[in-house]
């Protein structure tokens, strides 16, 4: 719901607090209970995250998060994880991406999301509707099992480290779109880049740039194949893919440090 790990563990904070203090036997269902108290603080949450989006510099994209590769192989788990459907999620307002979560990930009933939205049961299909019509205008149409995605990826990086255009060209759709997230603090490309020959071209010449030796190892990200990029052995990004059949649609390359504290520390835990 939130896009951040640092945020929802938050949240799980503040729900945790609120819960003890309850007198349990008050409380009808306490499923129901905690389902409210969790979804009103996520929304407070998100609001402030959306005055947070309305300063920041550049695209804004979810924190990336490791997920264990048997996450890839269910496909239904790993597309309701992915980044680019987290992506599409960032378009919604709170309480559209509240309802949609709440229904179609979990199975909430409309009455319980209505007492955890503050809207009548009405209202809530209503939104549910909204939202599910604009998240499936957005998200991708076409599903590619994993090991394609994997296949792609690595033709993707054998490109790339050796800069060959042709080899690059040749795995991208010709409608890829590129989308990085700097925060600011690293340097990206200010608005996403359309069409293969500019994407190709930007990643080649923005290589040529760097002062060191950057290589990229495949690894799970958000239930899907991916890449963790470094630079002279420091993380520089993770870099998430979406596949079509007619190549590498989406590319989805989080820079800002804020976002790689997590995934910086257990790719060394994994190195240990």
Known sequence: MLGSAADAEDVLQETWLRWVDVDLGRVRDERSYLVRITTRQALNRLRTLRRRKEAYVGSWLPEPLLTAPDVAEDVELAE??????????????????????????????????AAAVGRSPAAVRQIAHRARQHVSARRPREVVAPGE????????????????????????????????????????????????????????????????????????????????????????????????????????????????????????????
């Open 80 to 113: 309701s994880v992915s980044m680019a459907l987290m992506f599409v999620l960032e378009t919604l307002s709170p309480t559209e991406r509240a309802v949609f979560v709440l229904r179609d990930a979990f199975d909430v009933s409309y009455d319980e999301i």
């Open 149 to 272: 995605i994997r296949a792609a990826l690595e033709s993707f990086r054998r490109a790339v480290e050796t800069g060959d255009l042709q080899a690059l060209l040749d795995v991208l759709a010709p409608e890829v779109v590129l989308v990085a997230d700097g925060g600011g603090m690293r340097q990206a490309v200010p608005r996403p880049v359309v069409g293969a020959d500019k994407v190709a071209r930007m990643i080649l010449g923005g290589l040529r740039k760097v002062p060191g030796r950057l290589t990229a190892a495949a690894t799970v990200l958000n239930g899907s194949p991916a890449l963790v990029v470094h630079l002279d052995g420091e993380l520089d990004g993770v870099m998430a893919v979406q596949v079509g059949t007619a190549g590498i649609a989406d590319i989805y390359y989080v820079r800002n440090p804020e976002k790689l504290t997590r995934v910086g520390s257990e790719t060394r835990l994994a190195r240990r």
